[in-house]
């Protein structure tokens, strides 16, 4: 019998779009099978309450419960290090990988895995985000050497609603951002409904496109020892990026 790779997935608790897309992009590998586990996140902004969401407790809790299912790998499957700082993430991950033995990322830290790998240096950035959270992650960014040359966001804070934005929607953000020549743009939320998108929109603009959730199946994927290219037709993340 073939080895299966388990992978762990944190949830923020009002999010609907990750977990159906998540078992999309794996539809055709089924050697791998992804698992979730919830914490509380309703809003995202920079007030005190909002922040205070991603606490790592609850964060670390979720993950033992992961763990329960040997998971090969655990994934915080969301965006949060684009305001907080990428140190967050390193962080938590670390505390994740002390407390149950398994190894850790989140789709933040993948992607900025996959832009080192890919030279990425000029970024367009794609959000359902308010100015001032979308004005944090591109300072994020641009700390760790990646400049926003571009970018486009919806002024939303409720996480529930980025899953309603329509996908017409996103792609004429992704097509404006396009027009400013980046090197990559990256979907940078894991409720919006980015990923089905991608193969499609990498055709007709000629620029990689680098969903987030996307990006925590592909970190997720490395970290379990599996291989990437498993996943077919999301894109060139999965066919060029190793």
Do not use: K
């Amino acid at each position: 019998m073939s080895r299966r790779s388990r992978l762990g997935m944190l949830t923020p608790s009002s999010n609907t779009v990750l977990e159906p897309t998540c078992a999309a992009l794996l539809e055709g590998a089924p050697a791998v099978s992804c698992h979730f586990a919830r914490f509380r996140v309703t809003e995202i902004s920079l007030g005190e309450s909002a922040l205070g969401q991603f606490d790592n407790r609850p964060m670390v809790d979720a993950a033992c419960l992961l763990a329960d299912a040997r998971v090969d790998a655990i994934c915080w499957n969301g965006t949060s290090a684009g305001w907080l700082g990428l140190d967050a993430d390193r962080v938590l991950c670390e505390q994740i990988r002390s407390r149950t033995g398994i190894p850790a990322t989140s789709s933040v830290l993948a992607l900025e895995e996959i832009f080192r790998r890919t030279n990425v240096s000029r970024l367009g950035l794609v959000t359902p985000y308010r100015q001032d959270v979308q004005a944090r992650v591109m300072e994020t960014f641009g700390s760790e050497g990646f400049r926003c040359i571009a970018e486009r966001h919806l002024e939303i804070s409720e996480n529930f609603a980025f899953a309603g934005v329509d996908a017409d929607t996103i792609r004429t953000m992704i097509r404006e951002v396009a027009s400013a020549g980046p090197d990559a743009i990256t979907v940078f939320c894991t409720n919006l409904r980015g990923a089905p998108l991608v193969e499609e929109l990498e055709h007709e603009i000629a620029i990689p496109i680098y969903d987030t959730t996307s990006a925590a199946i592909w970190g997720a994927l490395r970290l379990a020892g599996a291989d990437p290219g498993v996943v077919t037709g999301w894109g060139r993340l999965f066919r060029e990026v190793a």
